[in-house]
Nanobody, 122 residues
Framework: QVQLVESGGGLVQAGGSLRLSCAAS????????MNWYRQAPGKQRELVAG???????NYAESVKGRFAISRDTAKNTVYLQMNSLKPEDTAVYYC????????????????WGQGTQVTVSS
């Protein structure tokens, strides 16, 4: 079985910073892309940032220059450093990972974490 567990959420004032972590554990052979999504009340879940196995990154326009995604391949962990936070960043933040659990397969599965709440006060 595979689990993704996020941590690092909380309450912060506008202009502050938070660092989210997401650790994948279990029967994992390889991880490809790891992403952070967020979902605010009454809104659709949206992609915040992603990072490939080779380290290429992409960001939503709304967070470019403020957020930074990184990963520790040895620890199967992805991070999201969030700076200059705004009230509109308030949401539940989810990580996911495209991974495979066996060596001799070309089938990748997407797993999701349970989410961590980020609240930015004005």
């Amino acid at each position: 079985q595979v689990q993704l567990v996020e941590s690092g959420g909380g309450l912060v004032q506008a202009g502050g910073s938070l660092r989210l972590s997401c650790a994948a554990s279990g029967s994992i052979f390889a991880i490809n892309v790891m992403n952070w999504y967020r979902q605010a009340p009454g809104k659709q879940r949206e992609l915040v940032a992603g990072i490939t196995g080779g380290g290429s990154t992409n960001y939503a326009e709304s967070v470019k220059g403020r957020f930074a995604i990184s990963r520790d391949t040895a620890k199967n962990t992805v991070y999201l450093q969030m700076n200059s936070l705004k009230p509109e960043d308030t949401a539940v933040y989810y990580c996911n990972a495209d991974l495979k659990t066996q060596a001799h397969t070309n089938t990748w599965f997407r797993y999701w974490g349970q989410g961590t709440q980020v609240t930015v006060s004005s």
